[in-house]
């Protein structure tokens, strides 16, 4: 299997750098293909142009990072997004990446009766969010609205028609103490040491 990995934070020594090493060796373990694109290291640019926008609507996308992602992800079995939570959210990048690499005409279209989207990335069989934040669980989902289930879950995935959507949630990451944040990588590379 072919796992593409969507990864989006600045800092090499943060808990989602650990992640990605956990998740990318349980997948290897696992014998399947990692087509890492890292978008901090890549210089991804997260900013709609006004040529972008209209290469959007033309469903021809001009930037050759954009073509470039975009090519890899018509190759993946499964997608997996990594990235922290920062203001409720996901930092720009990742919000760029589904802005300009998440387009029409290559990730989806437009049903052709008008209603609804088709999904277009045939090899995709699912799509994992793995993301971190300092918030308890709790707090999140009642106070702020589970906002990443609602924006990249329901909002962006299901509504192109994919299927098989996972969100992994890790919470209060500065608080908890160092054994249980080796336990969640040992178990996460557990996990993907049985993905298929």
């Known amino acids: 299997m072919r796992v593409a990995i969507v990864f989006n934070h600045p800092y090499e020594g943060s808990y989602n750098n650990a992640i990605l090493d956990a998740v990318t060796k349980g997948l290897k373990n696992a014998d399947h293909e990692v087509d890492l694109m890292h978008l ?24 050759p990072q ?5 090519e890899r992800l018509k190759k993946a079995d499964h997608l997996i997004f990594i990235f922290p939570i920062w203001w ?8 760029g990446f589904i802005d ?3 387009s029409p005409g290559i990730v989806y279209d437009h049903h052709p009766r008008g209603f609804g989207l088709v999904p277009l990335l045939k090899n995709l069989k699912g799509v994992t969010v793995i993301t971190t934040m300092n ?4 707090m999140y989902s009642l106070l702020i609205g589970n906002l990443i289930k609602k924006a990249m879950i329901k909002s962006v995935f299901k509504t ?8 992994i949630s890790y919470n209060m990451v ?3 103490s160092q054994e249980k944040r080796v336990k969640w990588l040992t178990d ?3 996990r993907f040491s049985k993905f298929n």
């Open 40 to 63: 901090d290291n890549d210089g991804f640019n997260p900013v709609m142009s006004k040529a972008d926008l209209k290469a959007f609507v033309e469903h021809k996308p001009i930037d």
């Open 135 to 138: 918030k308890p669980k709790i």
């Open 100 to 102: 300009r690499v998440l």
């Open 160 to 167: 192109m028609g994919y299927k098989n959507l996972k969100w």
């Open 66 to 70: 954009v073509i470039d992602y975009s």
């Open 188 to 190: 996460i590379e557990n």
């Open 88 to 95: 409720d959210l996901m930092p720009a990048m990742t919000k």
């Open 174 to 176: 500065k608080s908890v």
